[in-house]
């Protein structure tokens, strides 16, 4: 494993609250997986019997509902840990995972770290500490599907991926529009209305490639209260 994917899965939130010596214990019986971009990890319903932290690209989740329908449960990026809440309890993964660009994946089995925890009950902070890192992102997702609206959300989205913190900026979309749409809780003809409405903020987006006139202006918009519009003169 290079160097760089062991750092980066040391600072993971399955890892992080743990000592060096225990991370370096779980670290060595681990293995790093290479997936091409739409290639299946695992299947909904499949026996939980690892945990995946995410080395480099991007990674689906998402059900399928009854009726067939795909929805996206969210798109996890580098230093992300996958599916140690279900591979923990031995169940099956509640969503499917799938490569949403080439990605390298550090594969841990569950049963090597259960062996940890109980020779040292301390290691199941770090196992609190990512099941709250994720259900504080759930919460966040869902405190921006009702409190955002969907150009908002994708100003967000942009945000979050921007290399600059300030001034003009390009951002290099990670995934095909589709997948951002169903990322962001929208239809894939909401997010070109998104896309058409940003442009009232130097926001310009082009195959792959966002351009952001003023990341700062874009940054006041994705933070303003939208019943504030109502309150405008005009």
Not at 19 to 48: D, H, N, P, Y
Request: aromatic share 6%.
């Amino acid at each position: 494993m290079k160097p760089e994917y062991a750092d980066i899965a040391r600072k993971s939130p399955i890892l992080a609250g743990t000592t060096e010596q225990v991370a370096a214990r779980v670290l060595a019986s681990a293995r790093l997986r290479r997936f091409e971009r739409g290639t299946t990890i695992f299947l909904q319903g499949e026996r939980a019997t690892a945990i995946y932290i995410v080395a480099e690209g991007w990674v689906k989740l998402y059900r399928i509902a009854p009726n067939g329908a795909e929805a996206v449960m969210g798109v996890f990026t580098r230093g992300r840990s996958i599916g140690e809440a279900v591979a923990f309890r031995d169940d099956v993964y509640p969503v499917a995972a799938e490569a949403a660009t080439d990605c390298e994946l550090i594969r841990i089995e569950a049963d090597a770290f259960l062996r940890l925890i109980r020779e040292d009950p301390g290691v199941a902070i770090s196992i609190l500490s990512a099941t709250f890192a994720h259900l504080h992102g759930l919460v966040e997702q869902i405190e921006q599907l009702k409190a955002r609206t969907g150009a908002q959300r994708l100003a967000e989205f942009l945000l979050e991926l921007a290399p600059c913190s300030s001034g003009t900026c390009e951002v290099t979309l990670p995934y095909e529009k589709v997948l951002i749409a169903g990322r962001l809780g929208m239809k894939p003809e909401s997010l070109s209305r998104a896309i058409a409405k940003l442009r009232e903020f130097g926001v310009t987006v082009r195959q792959n490639h966002a351009e952001i006139a003023d990341i700062d202006v874009l940054r006041d918009y994705a933070e303003e209260d939208p019943a504030s519009a109502w309150n405008r003169p005009g």
